[in-house]
């Protein structure tokens, strides 16, 4: 693999195709699931947990021995993603080969150089993903990094996200200026919010400062635009830092 290109992508509602059935492939389909994906397996096994999901019609099964035939164009068109996990590094080969043929990003568990994608070591904090990956130098080595992140990072931070997101969506229904908009964004992180949500005096902060946005006044300029540099933008800042 020459540099990865890390991205984040929505599998809510999207089928993705598991071929394998032990304790690593239980773990891509709990990941699988977590981001909403619907999940088909192809396995001669399964572990006790793939079946209890299976029981409550969280996934698919196909008990049967994978065979290349099964991946014959239409079957396999549906699939966004595909993991190999069977401990055969000859069918995971197979299934990277055929997959790959249409087109598909293939997760190969036991061959990273063959895989069109690998999975990181991840912490969330509501809308915050961290994800550390090694590219397979070692996965443990990325599982230890993610576990310091996520003592670093506290469950503030989902409330913390949740605020920007919330504040920033309120800046971007006032301000039509986009440059004016950005300067707001990053003068927001100067505040000292994840303190107020760890002492307890977030909430009341919170509404007294969406009351003041929310509000205004904007001073508008001669084209209707808010007019940033005025003392409005500036009250909104001090006030947040102060109250
Ligand atoms: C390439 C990759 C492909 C992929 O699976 O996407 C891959 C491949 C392999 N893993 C192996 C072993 C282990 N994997 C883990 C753990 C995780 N492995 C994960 C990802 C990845 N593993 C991808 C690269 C990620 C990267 O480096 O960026 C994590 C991050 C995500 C997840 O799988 O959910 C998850 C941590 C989840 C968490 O945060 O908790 C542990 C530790 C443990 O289980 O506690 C061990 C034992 C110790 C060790 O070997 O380090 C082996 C050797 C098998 C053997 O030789 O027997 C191979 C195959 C090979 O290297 O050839
Ligand atoms: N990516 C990762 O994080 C890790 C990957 N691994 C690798 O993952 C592989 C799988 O690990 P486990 O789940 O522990 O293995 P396992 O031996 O418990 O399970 C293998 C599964 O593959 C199925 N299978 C085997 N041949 C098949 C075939 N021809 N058609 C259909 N199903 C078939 C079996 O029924 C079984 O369910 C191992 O080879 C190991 O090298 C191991 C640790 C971590």
Redesign the pocket.
Known sequence: MKYPYPIMVNLAGRKCLVVGGGP?AE??VI?LLEAGAHVTLISTEFTEGIAELANNSEVVLHRQTFHPSMMAVDELMPYTLVVAATNSAEVNAQVYEFATAQGKLV??????EL?S??????VRRGKLVIA????????????KI??ELDNKYGEEYAIYLDFLSEVRHLVQSKIADKQARQRMFKEMLDWDVLDKIRDGSFDHWKDKLCLAIERGPWPTGPAGQVETDRPSWSAITDFGQRV
């Open positions: 690593i773990r891509k990941s997760n190969v568990v036991d061959q990273p895989s994608y690998i999975q990181p070591s991840v550390v990956s090694t590219g397979g130098a070692s996965p443990s080595a990325a599982r993610a576990r």
